[in-house]
């Protein structure tokens, strides 16, 4: 990494990362907080180092029932979205279907997963896959939508067929799209799989997170968010190196 990118894009983070946690344990010392209420950032992190084996066993847990989860909602919402986005009849006769499936609350979703599969990680995956889902497919019709209808006329007068625009032109152009509905699904999907460990699982952050509450040890279950707020950013982090790899071309402006 260049030093540049290191003071423009690690180091402010960092900082004001740094500032929050410092102002936070000025708080809860200077006002006495009580643990119950709002544990301190050093009561957090001696939870930790603490209880590490049990939160890092529960963290791989739900790090790859997420990641099979946003794996499936990336798959599918492509496909369906290039499906979406290629036909005006397809995107009448599909969207207000997902749209209204979307407007369920997947949290009412996860009593019947979990009736028909079963406790265990099988149900965090599908909420996982429901909750990143939407807007992958949103996104990917939107990009194709959104075509240059300059640039389809001028392909149409070449003689290229619509398959021909749609791999050509539709899809290259919709990927900034598809990447920027990535960084939003990968977070969802964390949401998903935490929903469900917490309504009925046998391992996962969610599960440690909610036997923690039960037993009034708030510290775990603000050592469990900030596992779970680090997972979030590595992995956002991780689809923006790829996103920025693949689409350099939409920042070229940016960059200058």
């Known amino acids: 990494m260049k030093r540049e990118d290191f003071y423009q894009t690690v180091l402010p983070p960092l900082g004001f990362t740094i500032a929050l946690f410092a102002f936070w344990q000025i708080i809860c010392k200077l006002f006495d907080v009580p643990l119950t209420i ?9 939870a930790l180092w603490q209880y590490r084996v049990p939160i890092i066993d529960n963290s791989w847990v739900t790090l790859w ?7 499936l909602a990336t798959i599918f ?7 979406v ?24 979703v996860v009593p019947v997963l979990i009736l028909w599969f079963g406790l265990g990680e099988v149900p965090a ?16 019709a939107t990009g194709l939508a959104t075509t240059n209808p300059e640039l389809e006329d001028v392909m149409r007068a070449l003689g290229a067929s619509k398959l021909d625009i749609m791999r050509k032109v539709g899809i290259p152009g919709s990927l900034p799209y598809f990447f920027g509905s990535l960084k939003v699904a990968i977070t969802l999907a964390f949401v998903g799989a935490v929903v469900s460990e917490t309504v009925g699982a046998n391992k996962g952050i969610g599960k440690l997170m909610l036997d923690a509450q ?43």
Do not use: M
């Open 77 to 83: 919402g492509l496909l369906i979205g290039i499906a």
């Open 125 to 140: 995956i599908i909420t996982a896959f429901l909750i990143s889902f939407f807007p992958i497919v949103v996104n990917v």
């Open 85 to 108: 986005g290629w036909h005006k009849n397809i995107y009448s006769a599909i969207y207000p279907v997902l749209v209204g499936f979307n407007s369920v609350p997947k949290v009412a």
């Open 65 to 71: 029932t997420t990641l099979v989860g946003f794996a």
């Open 38 to 46: 709002l544990p301190a950032p050093s009561d957090i992190f001696a």
């Open 214 to 256: 039960a037993a009034f040890q708030v510290q775990i279950v603000f050592a469990g968010l900030l596992v779970l707020a680090f997972l979030g950013i590595v992995l956002y982090a991780a689809t923006a190196i790829i996103e920025k790899r693949f689409t350099g071309w939409a920042f070229r402006g940016q960059n200058r």
